[in-house]
């Protein structure tokens, strides 16, 4: 079976990249996601226990919770240490139940796959990418979103070039999302054979 990494920087379209693999019968697990049904479930009691006030009825408040952490590495590195073992326990349960059900390929949606060195757990990265003038705009278009905050935030994540070299496969969606259904149904072929690491 193939695993293959997803991940790109903010406002690069990856979420919808994510849309287009699943729309070609490939099971995709979303970090994220599994992040946000995490802090209505497991890992309510645990945070609530190391970021005491950050529930609301029963489930994490995330508004609060950035508030206490965001600007605290080591603060960040708690609640890291909480909530990364439970997204890998949800992670490996997709795993195994795509190999048992004889799944050819797989997708981890992983914002930060190579920032927390989560390539090594993956056959072969897709980064998704576009412009710097095209990820601006999308950005600046979320509601709450300044110049300022999206600086702050392409500052922390690894450059776009960067994540472009090391990637087996480039997904640019900055043409247009028709063009890049295109460019996932070549790597939807290209992966589909038997499981074996890609090198490079």
């Given at each position: 079976?193939?695993?293959?990494?997803?991940?790109?920087?903010i406002?690069?379209?990856?979420?919808a990249?994510?849309?287009?693999?699943?729309?070609?019968?490939?099971?995709?697990?979303?970090?994220?996601?599994?992040?946000?049904?995490?802090y209505?479930g497991?890992?309510?009691?645990?945070?609530?226990?190391?970021?005491?006030?950050?529930?609301?009825?029963?489930a994490?408040?995330?508004?609060?919770l950035?508030?206490?952490?965001?600007?605290?590495p080591?603060?960040?590195?708690?609640?890291?240490?909480?909530?990364?073992?439970?997204?890998?326990?949800?992670?490996?349960?997709?795993?195994?139940?795509?190999?048992?059900?004889?799944v050819?390929?797989?997708?981890?949606?992983?914002?930060?796959?190579?920032?927390?060195?989560?390539?090594?757990?993956?056959?072969a990265?897709?980064?998704?990418s576009?412009?710097?003038?095209?990820?601006?705009a999308?950005?600046?278009e979320r509601?709450g979103?300044?110049?300022?905050?999206?600086?702050?935030?392409?500052?922390k994540?690894?450059?776009?070039?960067?994540k472009?070299?090391?990637?087996?496969f480039?997904?640019?969606t900055?043409r247009?999302?028709?063009?890049?259904?295109?460019?996932?149904?070549?790597?939807?072929?290209?992966?589909?054979?038997?499981?074996r690491?890609?090198?490079?």
């Amino acid at each position: 079976m193939w695993i293959l990494g997803l991940t790109g920087s903010i406002g690069m379209g990856k979420s919808a990249t994510a849309g287009l693999f699943r729309a070609m019968g490939v099971p995709v697990h979303d970090a994220d996601a599994s992040v946000h049904a995490l802090y209505r479930g497991a890992a309510v009691e645990p945070v609530e226990a190391a970021f005491p006030g950050v529930t609301r009825d029963g489930a994490i408040d995330r508004a609060a919770l950035g508030a206490r952490v965001l600007a605290d590495p080591e603060a960040m590195k708690r609640l890291e240490t909480i909530v990364h073992p439970l997204v890998r326990a949800e992670e490996e349960a997709f795993l195994a139940k795509a190999r048992g059900a004889g799944v050819r390929l797989v997708v981890l949606d992983i914002p930060l796959l190579f920032e927390t060195g989560g390539a090594g757990r993956v056959d072969a990265v897709a980064v998704v990418s576009a412009s710097k003038a095209v990820q601006r705009a999308r950005v600046l278009e979320r509601a709450g979103m300044t110049e300022e905050k999206f600086e702050t935030i392409v500052a922390k994540q690894m450059p776009d070039a960067e994540k472009r070299r090391r990637a087996h496969f480039v997904i640019d969606t900055g043409r247009g999302f028709p063009a890049a259904a295109h460019q996932v149904a070549g790597i939807v072929r290209a992966l589909s054979g038997p499981g074996r690491r890609v090198t490079g």
